[in-house]
């Protein structure tokens, strides 16, 4: 058994609480992604599953055993770091086997492991180089041998492809799934970029201040944010929000030209729509100005603006836009999500009018 279990942990410093009272479950086999902008606590989190911070209150439990007070070295677990924390005198080898000498593994264990993990991580023609001789890919692939060589059925990464251009990251993103799949780990994994999460992850937990705001598959996150703060941090570009107020049939977006969005009154509501759920026409939709565009290749996201508030729309292929603009947008009422303005939660009883042309 595998599983890792958080049971209301929290970690203070002083009057400064870093983790606030979390609690999840990482099953078994799984892959879980804690998510959050920079100083969330995420990393703190990991280090106390590792053992490396002390638990201010709850209690961390591994394969049913409570390990909050047990050292790193009681709790099975591998770890991956941001730095990749290798020796740089010592060859390939001895780094991925450093571990396994130093709790005594005898010399044959250590080769025929050795032999196995280098073939799995592609390192076979240099476990002879140094450390200091390998470019950033390499260097993660050695961290990523060691923490498989010790064999533990935990492993914890914390931002381990920080270090890496964009395009080796998008590799190591799919190295790093495929072996988790392929060996059966159960994966905890830190990272501050939500493209990783939802490309990688079985569940994505994302934390701010300290604090569980949404649990669960990334389609879940994306598809339903369960506030404002999930809405604005999950998706590229993010979510657009809208600030809503009362009109005569109906909620308006504040600024527009008075067209209902929403049934209902809008006053202390915000309107959610997905750039790549809007679409631009001629006539009959939402009266919008562009004031920019972002050509990306594959498509164009374009800055609009209604009264004094913006939102982004994404459409396939180029777009060139001209300043002042005016435009049309539109959108299925099934792609409106609403929000409590004032505590952010998600609103489901609202019942949204299309904007078609």
């Known amino acids: 058994m595998s599983t890792i279990e958080l049971a209301g942990v929290t970690k203070a410093w002083g009057g400064t609480v870093a983790v606030d009272d979390v609690s999840f479950t990482v099953e078994e086999g799984s892959f879980v992604v804690l998510l959050g902008p920079s100083g969330c606590g995420k990393s703190t989190t990991l280090r106390m599953i590792a053992g490396l911070e002390t638990v201010s209150a709850g209690r961390v439990l591994i394969a049913g055993r409570d390990v909050t007070d047990s050292p790193p070295s009681e709790r099975n677990i591998s770890m991956v770091f941001q730095s990749y924390a290798l020796f740089p005198h010592l060859d390939v080898a001895e780094n991925i086997v450093f571990g396994l ?3 005594k593994t005898p010399a044959a264990e250590r080769a025929k492991r050795l032999a196995r993990v280098a073939e799995t991580v592609g390192l076979s023609e240099l476990l002879g180089r140094k450390a200091a001789q390998l470019s950033g890919g390499q260097r993660q692939r050695v961290a990523l041998a060691r923490a498989i060589i010790a ?37 905890v994994y830190v990272t501050h970029d939500q493209s ?19 649990a669960g598959a990334p389609d879940q996150l994306y598809e339903r944010p369960a506030n404002v703060f999930t809405a604005g941090f999950i ?12 009109g005569p049939e109906g909620a308006v977006i504040v600024g527009a030209d008075g067209r209902p969005v929403l049934d209902g009154a809008g006053e202390g509501l915000k309107l959610g729509i997905r750039p790549e759920h809007i679409e ?14 972002d050509y990306l290749g594959a498509d164009t996201i374009v800055t609009a603006r209604i ?22 947008l539109v959108w299925a009422p099934e792609a409106v999500h609403v929000f409590e303005a004032g505590s952010g939660r998600r609103v489901d009883d609202r019942q949204a009018i299309a904007m078609a042309a």
């Open 101 to 103: 000498r130093v709790r």
């Open 151 to 187: 064999e533990n059925p935990i492993c914890l990464m914390d931002e381990p492809l920080s270090n890496l251009d964009a395009k080796l990251r998008h590799d190591m993103r799919g190295e790093i799934r495929g072996l988790q799949q392929r060996l059966g780990m159960t994966v």
């Open 196 to 214: 990783e999460a939802m490309s990688m992850a079985d569940k994505v937990i994302l934390l701010r201040d300290g604090r569980v705001v949404q």
């Open 235 to 246: 998706g590229t570009p993010p979510m657009n929000l809208l600030d809503l107020a009362d």
């Open 280 to 293: 631009m026409s001629d006539a009959g939709g939402l009266a919008a100005e562009l004031v920019w565009s």
């Open 307 to 328: 009264g004094t508030q913006t939102l982004m729309v994404r459409v396939p292929g180029r777009h060139g836009t001209a300043r002042g603009t005016r435009a049309s």
